[in-house]
């Protein structure tokens, strides 16, 4: 595909359970992050990856939260015990390289809803 | 304080009109400027990118930054039911992190 893609789209969830989301980057991109974005709080940066580099985890909110990015490639979010207050929608984007100036090419989200 | 405020909105303006979205921010080492369109159930989409001070413009759009004053303004001339977007300003300061804005929301009245 030639943009950036999120599964699910959409994801309900019973509090205490563990979700995986799932972004796959432009092929080729090298960064990747992770942003949350509830209603009224804008883009919260959440992790980023670049390369081989060990990731900037400086966003993510509780040890409930983890991410990893396998071959450079594929990555997932891990939210351990959810809670209500982690319903939100979660955005993934690639960029070519590190760097200010680089555009972040944005996926359309998973919207997660814990009951 | 957020090192980016920006106004929620919602903001409704008839078809024509000059629209005018503004942001502040507080750190003054930041010298990279986005503002990013969201239709919604979407993801943000790059509209326009700004380094350093001064004008840009790209079509119907015109990104403006005031270092002095740390403002930061996008106008859209001529503006559509298209444009009924949320849009999101980002400032940076020469890491890879940028800081978002909350995002206004933009209608488009036809």
């Known amino acids: 595909g030639a943009g950036v893609s999120q599964s699910p789209s959409n994801k309900v969830t019973e509090k205490g359970k563990d979700v995986e989301l799932r972004c796959d980057p432009i092929?080729?991109?090298?960064?990747l992050y992770w942003y949350r974005q509830s209603l009224g709080q804008g883009l919260e940066f959440l992790i980023y990856?670049?390369?081989?580099?060990?990731?900037?985890k400086s966003g993510l909110p509780s040890d409930r939260f983890s991410a990893e990015r396998t071959g450079g490639s594929v990555s997932t979010l891990t939210i351990q015990r959810t809670q209500q207050e982690d319903s939100a929608v979660y955005l993934c984007?690639?960029?070519?390289?590190?760097?200010?100036?680089?555009?972040?090419?944005f996926g359309p989200g998973t919207r997660l809803t814990v009951l | 304080q957020k090192e980016v405020e920006q106004d929620p909105g919602p903001l409704s303006v008839p078809e024509g009109a000059i629209v005018s979205l503004n942001c502040t921010y507080s750190?003054?080492?930041?010298?990279?400027f986005m503002w990013y369109r969201q239709y919604s159930r979407k993801g943000p989409e790059l509209l326009m990118y700004?380094?350093?001070?001064g004008n840009k413009e790209d079509g119907r759009f015109t990104a403006q930054v005031d270092k002095s004053s740390k403002y930061i303004s996008l106008f859209i001339r001529d503006s559509q039911p298209s444009d009924s977007a949320t849009y999101l300003c980002?400032?940076?300061?020469?890491?890879?992190?940028?800081?978002f804005g909350t995002g206004t929301r933009l209608k488009v009245l036809a």
């Open positions: 984007a690639s960029s070519l390289r590190q760097g200010m100036g680089n555009e972040q090419f």
């Open positions: 750190n003054s080492a930041f010298q990279y």
């Open positions: 980002a400032s940076g300061s020469g890491t890879y992190k940028y800081i």
């Open positions: 700004t380094y350093s001070s």
């Open positions: 092929s080729g991109h090298t960064a």
């Open positions: 990856f670049q390369g081989n580099s060990a990731p900037d």
